[in-house]
Nanobody, 119 residues
Framework: QVQLVESGGGLVQIGGSLRLSCAASKNIFSTHIMGWYRQAAGKQRELVATISTIGRTNYADSVKGRFTISKDNAKTTVYLQMNSLKPEDTAIYYC?????????????WGQGTQVTVSS
């Protein structure tokens, strides 16, 4: 089991930037796809971005060109740089570590960090 701890959330104005961090309790980047998901009030959790074991990234259409996911193997930390923030980006952001074993996905989740974008 791996523990994931998010940080970096907060209140930001429209057009502002935030960087979220997700610290993993051990180095799992060679075996796990790391990702950020978000859940707005009254909505389902949705994918924001993922980064594969070899560094390949994937983004939701709604954040392409504004958000960047990256990872630091030495620090066992995943980042989500969020620029040009919009009110619709307001949500709780969750870090995810997914491992595929024998065709089944095993997920670890962080506790979440709140991001609020307001005018």
């Amino acid at each position: 089991q791996v523990q994931l701890v998010e940080s970096g959330g907060g209140l930001v104005q429209i057009g502002g930037s935030l960087r979220l961090s997700c610290a993993a309790s051990k180095n799992i980047f060679s075996t796990h796809i790391m990702g950020w998901y978000r859940q707005a009030a009254g909505k389902q959790r949705e994918l924001v971005a993922t980064i594969s074991t070899i560094g390949r990234t994937n983004y939701a259409d709604s954040v392409k060109g504004r958000f960047t996911i990256s990872k630091d193997n030495a620090k066992t930390t995943v980042y989500l740089q969020m620029n040009s923030l919009k009110p619709e980006d307001t949500a709780i952001y969750y870090c995810n570590a997914r491992q595929w074993l024998a065709g089944a996905a095993y997920d670890n989740w962080g506790q979440g960090t709140q991001v609020t974008v307001s005018s």
